[in-house]
C-alpha cells in the first residue's frame, strides 16, 4: 500500500499570500496524483489530478506539479474561500488507492 | 448536471447492517464506476471500494472483506453499498463518488454524504 505523507499538518496564512502544500509517496506514483479541498461539513472537491490537470471549474489561481514520489500544490494568492482542509490521493496502484492525512489552511 | 444524491443519516446498533444509496443524475450511469469513500469523525479519507456501473465488477479495500457489498441499479442510476457486522468505528460519513472509466481513481464528482452512526 502507498503511504502519502502531506505536510505540513497545518499551514498559517492571510489572504493574498501563497500557498504550498507537498505530498511525499512512499514510492513512485508516476503522476497519478490527485489533490481535493474540503470544507467543513462539505463533500470532498476535486481541484488537480494527474499531477497538473485543473478539474472543471478550478479557478487559475490553483496549480499542481511534481512526479515520481513528490508533489506540490500551489495557491498563488488566497482567496477568503481556499482556507480548508487539502488531500492528496494517489491512483498509480490499487487497491486500495490512498489519501494523504490532510493539510488544513488556516487564516493568520 | 450531473447529482449524486445519498440516502439520509442512520442510526445503527453493533453487529447490525446497513445500506446507503446514491442516486445519480446528469450523465450516464453506466460509462462509469461507483467509489466509496469514508470520513471518521475529525479524520481523513479512507477509500472503501469501487464498484463498476457497467458490469457491476467490485475491489473491495481489504480490510473491509467480508463485510461490504457494493451493488448498482442501472434502472435507477442508483448504486448502494451494505455494511454489515457494524462497529463503533464504523461511525463515519460515507460518501459515493463518481469514478471515470477514462480517468479510474479521479473522483471528479461526489455525493453530500451519509453519515452513519454506530452505537449500543
Known amino acids: 500500500e502507498i503511504v502519502l505523507t502531506q505536510s505540513p499538518a497545518t499551514l498559517s496564512l492571510s489572504p493574498g499570500e501563497r500557498a504550498t502544500l507537498s505530498c511525499r509517496a512512499s514510492q513512485s506514483v508516476s503522476s497519478f496524483l490527485a489533490w481535493y479541498q474540503q470544507k467543513p461539513g462539505q463533500a470532498p472537491r476535486l481541484l488537480i489530478y494527474d499531477a497538473s490537470d485543473r478539474a472543471t471549474g478550478i479557478p487559475a489561481r490553483f496549480s499542481g506539479s511534481g512526479s515520481g514520489t513528490d508533489f506540490t500544490l500551489t495557491i498563488s494568492s488566497l482567496e477568503p474561500e481556499d482556507f480548508a482542509v487539502y488531500y492528496c490521493q494517489q491512483r498509480s496502484n490499487w487497491p486500495p488507492y490512498t489519501f494523504g492525512q490532510g493539510t488544513k489552511l488556516e487564516i493568520k | 448536471q450531473v447529482q449524486l444524491v445519498q440516502s439520509g443519516a442512520e442510526v445503527k446498533k453493533p453487529g447490525g447492517s446497513v445500506k446507503v444509496s446514491c442516486k445519480t443524475s446528469g450523465y450516464t450511469f453506466i460509462s462509469y464506476g461507483i467509489t466509496w469513500v469514508r470520513q471518521a469523525p475529525g479524520q481523513g479519507l479512507e477509500w472503501m471500494g469501487w464498484?463498476?456501473?457497467?458490469?457491476?465488477?467490485?475491489n473491495y479495500a481489504q480490510k473491509l472483506q467480508g463485510r461490504v457489498t457494493m451493488t448498482t441499479d442501472t434502472s435507477t442510476s442508483t448504486a448502494h453499498m451494505e455494511l454489515r457486522s457494524l462497529r463503533s468505528d464504523d461511525t463515519a460519513v460515507y460518501y459515493c463518488?463518481?469514478?471515470?472509466?477514462?480517468?479510474?481513481?479521479?473522483?471528479?464528482?461526489w455525493g453530500q454524504g451519509t453519515l452513519v452512526t454506530v452505537s449500543s
Open positions: 463518488a463518481r469514478d471515470p472509466i477514462a480517468t479510474p481513481g479521479v473522483f471528479d464528482y
Open positions: 464498484i463498476s456501473a457497467y458490469n457491476g465488477n467490485t
